[in-house]
């Protein structure tokens, strides 16, 4: 029994000062003067990581930030939402942030440009609550979103609301009167 750990101990000995050969054969040169006395990987990997490694908490900064400085500026809207959901959000909620869900739609909508701004207060006025899927399909299957300046208006028909229904829709041109379908009723 005692030539087995003899022999596992000259082993790991062997493959420590491979790995450490290794590790300073890679290293930039001024590293060496803080690095060469140590005799353990672990040492070195410890002492590395001290020196470079980012704290967790500017990493979720980082992530925040960049989360709070996104804007559409061009593309779809889907392609926008997504890289709000899986690059920023996501990443954020990794590094330890906690969003609740109605902060997220808040981020999203105040990501979108200027276009979308009928959008975002029939949101707001109308009280919707989307679930950050639902909101995308809205954003996507929105009318004029594409490129078009016209963004639809998204109407709460209450349920006990009887009769036809007629909206008057002004341009700049002239006003009409519009017949809502049947089926907001």
Do not use: C
């Not at 701004?117 to 950050?132: A, I, R, V």
């Amino acid at each position: 029994m005692l030539p087995r750990k003899l022999r596992a101990i000259a082993d790991w000995q062997r493959v420590n000062t491979i790995a450490r050969y290794y590790i300073l054969a890679s290293i930039a040169e001024h590293l060496h003067k803080e690095l060469d006395n140590l005799e353990y990987v672990l040492e070195i990997i410890q002492t590395l990581d001290g020196m470079f490694a980012k704290s967790n908490s500017t990493a979720r900064q980082a992530a925040i930030w960049a989360l709070m400085n996104t804007r559409m500026t061009g593309g779809s809207v889907r392609d926008h939402f997504l890289k709000m959901m899986v690059a920023h959000i996501s990443t954020t909620e990794v590094m330890g942030a906690k969003i609740k869900q109605e902060m997220k739609i808040d981020m999203i909508l105040e990501s979108l440009p200027d276009r979308f701004s009928q959008f975002k207060m029939n949101y707001n006025m109308n009280k919707l609550n989307l679930t950050p899927v639902e909101l995308m399909h809205k954003l996507a299957s929105a009318k004029g979103l594409s490129g078009s300046k016209e963004v639809p208006i998204m109407l709460k028909v209450p349920q006990n609301l009887k009769g036809n229904l007629t909206v008057e829709r002004r341009t700049r041109s002239k006003r009409e009167q519009v017949q809502l379908p049947n089926q907001l009723q």
